[in-house]
């Protein structure tokens, strides 16, 4: 049974990263600085462009973040893989929302293209992830998404059939 709570303000992402959202043993987010977003503004099991599920998620964008100083020096961008594991990071997270158990997995990604650039003069992202399938059985949890990621509006990063999945081990 999903959680009634649809938004989700960076206190309560920490509580996850700690273990304290899902409980022990459940989804849990990375802590900072791998935590890709401040705050997810809407989650559901049943909405979004296929009916099966959606997470929105907004990133603010500073100059101190910590992977423009070394990616790269003079030239500063943010990794696209760090745009990637965001979107991994909020597929897991609508799992354990829905009260699904174990422990979250990024089992693969069907297509990713990258059209644009996240430089420190950016102020937003914006993470849109779209389910495509969620299926539990007593065998497998998993999530299969498609999803965006938007920098000031702009959709620079789009990806294809994300794959995540919970496990009890």
């Known amino acids: 049974m999903a959680m009634e709570q649809t938004r989700f303000d960076r206190d309560d992402l920490l509580a996850c990263a700690r273990g304290e959202l899902f409980g022990p043993g459940n989804a849990q987010l990375p802590e900072p600085p791998m935590l890709m977003m401040d705050r997810i503004t809407d989650i559901s099991e049943d909405r979004g462009a296929h009916g099966k599920g959606h997470v929105v998620a907004e990133f603010d964008i500073t100059p101190d973040l910590w992977f423009f100083a070394c990616h790269f020096p003079g030239n500063p961008i943010m990794p696209g893989c760090l745009g990637l594991d965001g979107l991994w990071q909020l597929t897991g997270f609508n799992l354990g929302w829905r ?32 389910f495509t399938k969620a299926v539990q059985t007593r065998r497998l949890t998993m999530g299969v998404a498609d999803g965006i990621v938007e920098a000031d509006g702009e959709v620079i990063y789009q990806v294809k059939d994300m794959k995540v999945a919970l496990s009890e081990s």
Do not use: F, S
Request: proline share 3%; aromatic share 10%; hydrophobic share 35%.
């Open 99 to 130: 009260g699904w158990t174990g422990r979250g997995y990024a089992l693969g990604v069907g297509e990713v293209k990258l059209t644009g650039m996240v430089r420190p003069n950016r102020k937003l992202l914006t993470y849109k992830v779209d």
